[in-house]
């Protein structure tokens, strides 16, 4: 393994602390070596480009036509109404109270995004390419990055787009955006419009190569709408957008609507092509996954990824499935299926013993409750980076050894043997052996056994609020609950209404917390917020275990500074080991497919694309 050596791990991981007191809303980071995995930044000036990628070269060449995985003439119109899947910064599955998804204040509607462009978007075939979209093209000069905008790109207003508007929004997302999009933004050392339609963005020294591609893919936001109108509030108000949706009929916490733009200026781009067919988009919200199902049977949504193990193996018998006019299928997900557990709040004093931490792992009986409550449809989550190669196994290679080695007195020395697996019952639910593992390490943390409860010196019982904000949460929790009281542990199962769980969660309120995390095949800056110590205090982040370990941080930056996947791989291999070592989450389960059902009037491309589903893009209405 060449370019990551212990030298530049220090550094990284010092630089971390102390950027983070010149940026209080991230660590910035400080690689040896300005980008030079982008495509066409190795040999100096370059482009115009096309697309970018970090490592290897793009799939696309600057003729492509469309991806691959779409058809480029799918027809328009019809709708489709869908439950959220998937979301991020403020945005709520289960209620909304704004349309304003880029500030913290709020939570705004899952697919809120539709709304949005950005100067280049992703290939979902390929781990890390971007291709230009509302830019025509994009230079590459070291550390500056120029890219000219299209002339003839519109926001939902018949304004023109310019470069001021990009200035405007990745200027205003810096100082008053959300953390998840402020934080990366530390990394970009100036914006300026040199013309009307020219961007340059120079990143600062040592920025990985990750940043610009991140950054491309910012939402651009208009300057003349969010000067006349409060940036920070959270509001109804349909703002103003660049995307190829707009707002709708809607009824705050019921459904919104994402209408389509007729004439949107991107629609017979490369990027565009195919995608966006529907007219209309309706997501709607239900408090209770029952509910939901029940519409879904009664086709008032029309389709639906399935989340509850149960309902997928034993509840789509209705009459629309035997017919025919509702289908079931599994659909692979390539994607790092990341992390899924209950999140351990390590902020909390009765949880900063990683051994206590550890025995609640020990507590939890995965293969009963996949066999009883999951109908065999999981596989045990054990990695940060499960499904993909960036997960540790067996003993550390010569690699992974040279990168750990140096901090060998800062780590636990299990790092250095096979990689840390969660315990495996015998499947009764009957298994005393785990919870005498449990019992021994909380004894070994200093808790004691009286009159049935496990307490501290004070005489405290430990007690473990689980917070969750929907009510089938409690089939997987109660037989957990269960042993955990064999252990004398007291637990609150606490159910919470959406807003209610919103907030708690971006004040890190809560003892455990389930969670599920999916990355990227190639880890962007953004992974810093999800276990690096600058992020464990910063309201809203994704470090819900409040991690903070030195070597953890500068390790991830040798991962988001490594000129090689191979290097790549390496430290996020290194990186994983730490973290299971570390006991900061007890881990769940996974699948690497999409589980969906529909009702049978969709188009679907033939290819799908390898990290993602993408639905509401891709797919169309079939004629009738």
Not at 117 to 128: A, F, I, N, W
Not at 285 to 306: N, V, W
Not at 550 to 576: K, Q
């Amino acid at each position: 393994m060449t370019g990551i050596d212990r030298r530049r791990i220090l550094a990284l991981s010092g630089a971390a602390a102390l950027n983070f007191a010149a940026f209080p809303l991230r660590a910035q980071e400080a690689a040896a070596t300005a980008p030079t995995a982008v495509a066409g930044a190795e040999t100096g000036p370059t482009g115009p480009l096309h697309a970018l990628t970090v490592f290897g070269e793009p799939h696309h060449g600057p003729d492509f036509t469309h991806f691959d995985y779409v058809d480029p003439d799918a027809p328009k119109g019809g709708e489709i109404r869908l439950l959220p899947a998937s979301w991020t910064t403020n945005q709520n599955p289960l209620t909304y109270n704004t349309f304003n998804m880029h500030v913290l204040k709020g939570d705004s509607p899952p697919l809120m995004g539709l709304c949005f462009t950005s100067l280049m978007v992703r290939g979902l075939d390929e781990p890390d390419t971007v291709y230009c979209h509302l830019a025509e093209s994009v230079e590459v000069d070291g550390r500056r990055f120029t890219f000219r905008l299209r002339d003839d790109a519109t926001f939902s207003d018949n304004s023109p787009i310019t470069a001021e508007d990009v200035v405007f929004t990745l200027q205003t997302l810096k100082e008053r955006g959300h953390p998840s999009l402020a934080q990366p933004l530390n990394g970009v050392e100036s914006v300026e419009a040199p013309e009307r339609l020219t961007v340059t963005i120079t990143f600062a020294e040592g920025t990985s190569n990750r940043l610009p591609l991140l950054v491309a893919g910012y939402p651009v936001l208009s300057k003349a709408y969010y000067t006349e109108n409060d940036f920070s509030e959270a509001t109804l108000a349909v703002p103003v957008s660049s995307g190829p949706y707009v707002v709708g009929p809607y009824d705050a916490g019921r459904y919104v609507t994402f209408q389509r733009r007729p004439n949107y200026w991107g629609e017979d781009l490369p990027t565009g092509r195919g995608h966006n067919n529907f007219d209309t988009i309706r997501v709607d919200f239900y408090r209770e996954r029952t509910a939901a199902f029940e519409a879904f049977k009664a086709g008032q949504i029309t389709f639906r990824e399935e989340f509850t193990a149960k309902t997928w193996a034993t509840e789509y018998d209705f009459p629309a499935i035997n017919d025919g006019r509702v289908v079931r299928r599994d659909f692979p997900d390539g994607r790092p299926a990341g992390a899924q557990g209950w999140f351990i709040n390590t902020r909390r004093d009765k949880f900063k013993d990683p051994r206590t931490r550890e025995a609640l792992t020990w507590a939890f009986d995965f293969e009963w409750t996949n066999a009883n409550v999951f109908y065999g449809l999981y596989e045990r989550t054990s990695s940060f980076f499960m499904n993909s190669d960036m997960m540790a196994t067996g003993t550390p290679d010569e690699a992974e050894r040279a990168l750990l080695e140096p901090f060998r007195d800062q780590l636990d020395p299990a790092v250095f043997g096979p990689a840390w697996l969660p315990p495996v019952t015998d499947g009764t639910g009957r298994d005393r052996e785990p919870l005498k593992q449990a019992d021994a390490l909380l004894r070994a943390a200093g808790w004691r056994r009286r009159e049935g409860k496990m307490v501290n010196e004070a005489g405290e019982q430990l007690t473990i609020e689980f917070l969750y904000s929907q009510p089938t949460s409690e089939r997987i929790l109660q037989p957990y609950a269960n042993r955990l009281r064999l252990l004398g542990i007291e637990p609150i199962l606490r159910l919470v209404e959406a807003a209610q769980y919103q907030l708690r969660l971006q004040n890190f309120d809560y003892d455990l917390t389930t969670q599920r995390f999916a990355f990227a095949p190639t880890p962007s800056e953004s992974i810093r917020e999800f276990w690096t110590s600058p992020f464990a205090d910063i309201t809203g982040s994704y470090n819900l275990a409040g991690i903070k370990d030195p070597v953890v941080d500068g390790l991830t930056e040798a991962m988001l500074s490594a000129s090689s996947r191979e290097e790549m791989v390496t430290a996020a291999r290194a990186v994983d080991r730490i973290l299971r070592l570390g006991h900061y989450w007890v881990p769940q389960y996974y699948k690497a497919v999409h589980n969906v059902a529909y009702w049978d009037r969709f188009g679907i491309p033939d290819q799908q694309p390898r990290y993602d589903l993408p639905v509401e893009t891709t797919w169309w209405t079939k004629a009738t």
